[in-house]
């Protein structure tokens, strides 16, 4: 039977084994076989990985299948099909241009091989490397995308010793189904009950977190010392994180807020001439339990020239920043650090010596805003 002609049809298929070969959706850009192809038969050229196949097969257009019968192969035989995107292409090419037409499939690769349906957008197509293609989308279906998330406005001030003010702005809550919106400042008091939440009571020197959220429909917002949806609430969202000193039964620090970070300008914790040997010296930073970035001037005084100093997140932990320090000598370093739960963390020196200059200053946290949902 003669060989029929045809414009390099190309296809994916499953189809696994050396058997039929069951065509899948003709690759976007390339011709498909059809009615009018039925019964005829073409050069056939899969490509399988590094694997290849030259066959000669007939269409069944109402199965929508090929036979195949070998010309030559990589293998020397019918390749035995993996069914992971192999590459199909059909057409009328001389032996001289069987590399065409392989070359021509090997560029799916970079290509359409698959569809993912998803419920928020029509189709995701993806290559044979899995990498993201194209997004088809319809407006009408991104109206069923979960609401806007992130952040607008929503500034926390310090409106006096016991008030933290949280300005007007809106943010995503913890499930993303609903947006918590304030549109007129709202005021929370530390000496106000009703606006500790969680079981929190006004203390010194401790952290509270500033939660948002709804209850029987209504914007309400609280102060608590944990993570967490207070019981009474729908739902909840973090938008901020202040501490208490210790003046009175616990006022609030001064503090400026920029975006999600919050910093304290002046020194937190000194220490003088009174820690010595090699022990660990805990140091409290100002932050909660999270990532902090911190900034610290110290001096050691040591028989030995050079000391390496040690800054870690946990007592006795593994060492998180290390410091090669010269004999006298005042060093400054700025890094970041994870707390530990209670905010602190630990300094130590490698050699007996004494911290002659030890201060923590203009010290900042990242607060984890928006980040209920992941709690």
């Given at each position: 039977?003669?060989t029929?002609?045809?414009?390099?049809?190309?296809?994916f298929?499953?189809?696994?084994?050396?058997?039929?070969?069951?065509l899948?959706?003709?690759?976007?850009?390339?011709?498909s076989?059809?009615?009018?192809q039925?019964?005829?038969?073409?050069?056939?050229?899969?490509?399988?990985?590094?694997?290849?196949?030259?066959?000669?097969?007939?269409?069944?257009?109402?199965?929508?299948?090929?036979?195949?019968?070998?010309?030559?192969?990589?293998?020397?035989?019918?390749l035995?099909?993996?069914?992971?995107?192999?590459?199909?292409?059909?057409?009328?090419?001389?032996?001289?241009?069987?590399q065409?037409?392989?070359?021509?499939?090997?560029?799916?690769?970079?290509?359409?091989?698959?569809?993912?349906?998803?419920?928020?957008?029509?189709?995701?197509?993806?290559?044979?490397?899995?990498?993201?293609v194209a997004?088809?989308?319809?407006?009408?279906?991104?109206?069923?995308?979960?609401v806007?998330?992130?952040?607008?406005?929503l500034?926390?001030?310090?409106?006096?010793?016991?008030?933290?003010t949280?300005?007007?702005?809106?943010?995503?809550?913890?499930?993303?189904s609903?947006?918590?919106?304030?549109?007129?400042?709202?005021?929370?008091?530390?000496?106000?009950?009703?606006?500790?939440?969680?079981?929190?009571?006004r203390?010194?020197?401790?952290?509270?977190?500033?939660?948002?959220?709804?209850?029987a429909?209504n914007?309400?917002?609280?102060l608590?010392t944990?993570?967490?949806k207070?019981?009474?609430?729908?739902?909840?969202?973090?938008?901020?994180?202040?501490?208490?000193?210790?003046t009175?039964?616990?006022?609030?620090?001064?503090?400026?807020?920029?975006?999600?970070?919050?910093?304290?300008?002046?020194?937190?914790?000194?220490l003088?001439?009174n820690?010595?040997?090699?022990?660990?010296?805990?140091?409290?930073?100002?932050?909660?339990?999270l990532?902090?970035?911190?900034?610290?001037?110290?001096?050691?005084?040591?028989?030995?020239?050079?000391?390496?100093a040690y800054?870690?997140?946990?007592?006795?932990?593994?060492?998180?920043?290390?410091?090669?320090?010269?004999?006298?000598?005042?060093?400054?370093?700025?890094?970041?650090?994870?707390?530990?739960?209670?905010?602190n963390?630990?300094?130590?020196?490698?050699v007996?010596?004494?911290?002659?200059?030890?201060?923590?200053?203009?010290?900042?946290?990242?607060?984890p805003?928006?980040?209920?949902?992941h709690?």
């Amino acid at each position: 039977m003669a060989t029929t002609y045809f414009d390099l049809g190309c296809y994916f298929t499953a189809t696994t084994g050396s058997g039929t070969i069951v065509l899948g959706t003709a690759v976007p850009g390339y011709n498909s076989l059809g009615s009018s192809q039925n019964g005829k038969t073409f050069n056939v050229v899969l490509r399988d990985g590094t694997a290849w196949e030259h066959s000669r097969g007939v269409y069944n257009y109402a199965s929508g299948t090929l036979t195949r019968n070998l010309v030559k192969s990589s293998t020397g035989s019918l390749l035995n099909l993996s069914g992971n995107a192999v590459r199909v292409a059909v057409g009328d090419i001389a032996a001289s241009d069987f590399q065409a037409m392989l070359d021509r499939i090997t560029t799916l690769e970079t290509t359409v091989a698959s569809k993912v349906n998803s419920s928020a957008f029509n189709t995701f197509l993806i290559n044979n490397t899995n990498e993201l293609v194209a997004i088809v989308s319809r407006l009408d279906e991104l109206e069923t995308l979960p609401v806007a998330v992130g952040a607008v406005g929503l500034q926390l001030q310090r409106a006096s010793a016991t008030e933290l003010t949280i300005q007007t702005g809106s943010i995503h809550n913890h499930d993303l189904s609903a947006r918590l919106t304030v549109d007129t400042d709202i005021t929370l008091d530390l000496a106000v009950s009703s606006d500790l939440v969680n079981g929190s009571l006004r203390a010194t020197n401790t952290w509270y977190y500033v939660l948002l959220g709804h209850a029987a429909g209504n914007i309400v917002a609280g102060l608590s010392t944990s993570l967490g949806k207070p019981a009474s609430w729908s739902d909840w969202q973090i938008v901020g994180a202040m501490r208490t000193n210790a003046t009175g039964g616990g006022q609030w620090d001064m503090f400026q807020q920029r975006g999600d970070w919050f910093f304290y300008e002046g020194e937190m914790f000194a220490l003088s001439t009174n820690v010595n040997d090699t022990s660990e010296t805990t140091a409290r930073v100002w932050a909660p339990p999270l990532s902090v970035q911190a900034k610290m001037l110290f001096r050691t005084l040591t028989a030995a020239k050079y000391t390496w100093a040690y800054i870690r997140s946990e007592s006795g932990g593994t060492n998180t920043v290390s410091i090669h320090t010269r004999q006298g000598a005042n060093e400054y370093v700025e890094f970041d650090i994870v707390t530990n739960d209670d905010g602190n963390i630990f300094l130590q020196c490698d050699v007996a010596s004494t911290w002659d200059a030890l201060q923590l200053i203009s010290r900042g946290f990242q607060c984890p805003i928006g980040e209920a949902g992941h709690v």
